[in-house]
C-alpha cells in the first residue's frame, strides 16, 4: 500500500494535544511496518525526533494558505504519488476524493457538536459542517474511545460498521524525576509546599472554574498549592478573573506552557493531580499522572471512565465544587499503604494502552479499507 499521511499537525516545534498523539503513532508505525510506504504530505518541512526509515517519505509543497492548499496541490499529490490510501488525523478530510485514493479519518472527539458556549463559532461551524461532510467522505473511520465512537453514531448518523475504535496510548511508568530537576522547577515556579497539579489548556470545557472554587474551599483547612499549567486557551479571562478574586490567590500558580522535563517533575511531585473535564474524547493527561504514580481526580462523564478504569477517583457532578473538594480532601489523606495500593492499581491500568498497540490498530484499518 501507498498511505498518505496530512502531516500539516508535525510542523511545529512544541506540539500540543492531536498532534503530540498522532506523531506517538507514526513514530511507531515507522518501526512496525516495513512493508508499506508511507508519504508525509505537507506545505512546510515536519519536524521529526526520528530517523526516517527508506519505505518513509516527505513531501513538501510550499504553500501559503492551508485549505487552498488541502483541497488543490494536495490532490494533486495524491494522484502523483498514486496514495492508494489517505489518512487525515485531524478531522477534516478534503472536498473531493481522487479516483481509486480511498480515505481514513480520525475523529477525537465532538465536543463543538454536542455543547453550546466552549468554543469559537467559526470552529463549531467548521466541525458541524466540515466533519459531517467528511465523514460521509471516509471510507473508514478510526474514534479514540467508545464514548466518540457513540457520539459519532448519534450526532453525525454514522454507521457503526464504519468506525473503528483506536485508543491513545499512555505512558510506560516513570522512575522519580530527579531531585536537582524537581528543585530546578520548583524555584522557577515558586512552588514551596505540598500541591496539587492541572495540567491542559485553559478554556472552557477543562472546567478549570471549578477546581478553582473547589480550591478555595480545600485551602481555609490545608496548606496548600495549586499549581496550573497549559496555555491560554478560548475564553480562558474568566479563570484569569477567578483566580484574582480568590482569598487564596498567592497559592494558586500558573506557569503557561511547560518544558517536557519540567512536566515531569511537576507530575512526579505533585500530591495530587486533578482533571475535572466537562467533555474529552480521551483524557491523556490522566495516564501520564499514573505513569508518575499520582493520584488522580476526574469527573465521570464522556470517555473518562474509560482511561481511568477502576485507578481513578470520581466526582459525579463535574460543576460541583463542594463535591470536588470534598474527594480532594479525602485523597490528600491517604495513608502510605492506600497510596502504594493505588499505585500498583494506576501501573494496571497504565498497561492497557499502549502507542504500539495504537499503531497496530491504525496498520489493521488501513488493511481493512484496502479490502473494501
Request: with cysteine.
Amino acid at each position: 500500500m501507498r498511505i498518505g499521511i496530512d502531516a500539516r499537525l508535525f510542523t511545529g516545534k512544541n506540539m500540543t494535544g492531536i498532534a503530540v498523539t498522532q506523531y506517538e503513532i507514526i513514530k511507531q508505525l515507522a518501526l512496525i511496518d516495513k512493508k508499506n510506504e508511507y508519504y508525509l504530505l505537507s506545505r512546510e518541512k515536519v519536524q521529526l525526533d526520528f530517523p526516517i526509515p527508506e519505505n518513509w517519505h516527505e513531501v513538501v509543497e510550499p504553500f501559503k494558505q492551508g485549505m487552498v492548499w488541502y483541497n488543490t496541490k494536495l490532490i494533486t499529490l495524491l494522484k502523483k504519488y498514486k496514495i492508494d490510501i489517505f489518512w487525515n488525523c485531524n478531522h477534516i478530510l478534503p472536498l473531493r476524493k481522487p479516483k481509486g485514493v480511498k480515505y481514513v479519518l480520525t475523529i477525537h472527539d465532538l465536543a463543538l457538536c454536542k455543547f453550546r458556549g466552549i468554543g469559537e463559532t467559526s470552529n463549531v461551524v467548521k466541525q458541524k459542517l466540515f466533519v459531517r461532510h467528511s465523514c460521509r467522505m471516509a471510507d473508514k473511520i478510526a474514534v479514540v474511545s467508545e464514548c466518540t465512537k457513540k457520539d459519532l453514531m448519534q450526532i453525525m448518523k454514522v454507521p457503526d460498521d464504519k468506525i473503528i475504535v483506536c485508543y491513545n496510548g499512555g505512558a510506560e511508568a516513570k522512575s522519580r524525576v530527579s531531585d536537582d530537576t524537581i528543585k530546578v522547577t520548583r524555584e522557577k515556579y515558586n512552588i514551596t509546599g505540598r500541591y496539587i497539579f492541572y495540567l491542559g489548556t485553559l478554556e472552557p470545557r477543562k472546567n478549570i472554574l471549578t477546581a478553582v472554587k473547589a480550591f478555595d474551599v480545600l485551602r481555609k483547612y490545608e496548606n496548600i498549592q495549586f499549581v496550573i499549567s497549559g496555555g491560554k486557551g478560548w475564553k480562558y479571562q474568566p479563570v484569569l478573573d477567578q483566580i484574582n478574586r480568590s482569598n487564596y490567590k498567592e497559592d494558586i500558580i500558573l506557569t503557561g506552557y511547560v518544558t517536557p522535563e519540567e512536566k515531569s517533575a511537576l507530575y512526579s511531585d505533585a500530591i495530587l493531580f486533578v482533571f475535572p473535564s466537562i467533555y474529552e474524547g480521551f483524557g491523556i493527561p490522566i495516564l501520564e499522572a499514573f505513569s508518575y504514580g499520582t493520584p488522580v481526580i476526574t469527573a465521570n462523564n464522556s470517555s473518562l471512565a474509560e482511561v481511568g478504569g477502576k485507578a481513578a477517583f470520581y466526582i459525579q457532578d463535574a460543576l460541583d465544587a463542594n463535591e470536588l473538594a470534598t474527594l480532594m480532601n479525602k485523597v490528600l489523606h491517604l495513608d502510605v499503604s492506600e497510596r502504594e495500593k493505588l499505585k500498583k492499581s494506576e501501573q494496571r491500568q497504565t498497561q492497557k494502552f499502549s502507542w504500539k498497540a495504537s499503531a497496530c490498530t491504525m496498520l489493521h484499518i488501513f488493511e481493512q479499507t484496502m479490502k473494501q
